[in-house]
């Protein structure tokens, strides 16, 4: 009930921008509703249809709001704790451990998922990082940042999955801070 009142159109817009899978998804299966019940000349195909296209549109903008709400929790912990790590100190075994890096944004990809892949670099070296919350507004590429994650495993042929023994680090990143 409670995101109920908070839902608005403008909401719906800014996460379609950073949720494009989803507004894709969204967009394709209204359109073959609506085909289908043009062509059944029948309006409860729509009528059944209509949960499914709503839940299309709530359930990417619940899991977002609760990653924006685990960030928002754990970055403070993670400036208070961690020492700015360089990007070439890190390695394969230190897999698992939490990290704060500052570099620069080198590039910003949505692709097919609703979180964005970012790559950074510092003066030591460049590292992919995958976050669970949309970039902070105004980031964009050149900007430097403050990148709060988790060393996991970045394989190189599937990204992934793979050959066990050929991965190299990445960061799951739980949030970003522009500096």
């Known amino acids: 009930m409670h995101m109920v009142k908070k839902f608005n159109i403008d909401n719906v817009i800014k996460h379609a921008k950073t949720m494009p899978s989803a507004a894709l998804s969204l967009i394709i299966w209204s359109a073959i509703t609506i085909w289908a019940t043009i062509i059944s000349k029948d309006i409860w195909v729509l009528l059944c249809a209509l949960p499914f296209i709503i839940a299309l549109t709530i359930i990417p903008l619940i899991i977002s709001k609760m990653n924006n709400n685990i960030s928002q929790e754990l970055i403070p912990e993670y400036e208070k704790k ?42 030591t070296g460049k590292i992919l990082s995958l976050l669970i919350v949309p970039l902070p507004e105004g980031v964009k590429k050149g900007d430097k940042i403050a990148l709060y994650g988790v060393i996991s495993k970045h394989y190189k042929y599937f990204g992934f999955m793979g050959v066990p023994k050929l991965w190299k680090p990445k960061i799951f990143g739980i ?5």
Do not use: A, F
């Not at 949030?175 to 500096?179: E, M, R």
């Open 82 to 123: 961690l020492s700015t790590t360089k990007i070439g100190d890190i390695n394969k075994e230190m897999l698992n451990q939490q990290v704060k890096v500052v570099g620069t944004v080198e590039k910003i990809t949505y692709g097919i998922s609703p979180k964005p892949t970012i790559r950074i670099k510092d003066e």
């Open 175 to 179: 949030g970003v801070n522009k500096l």
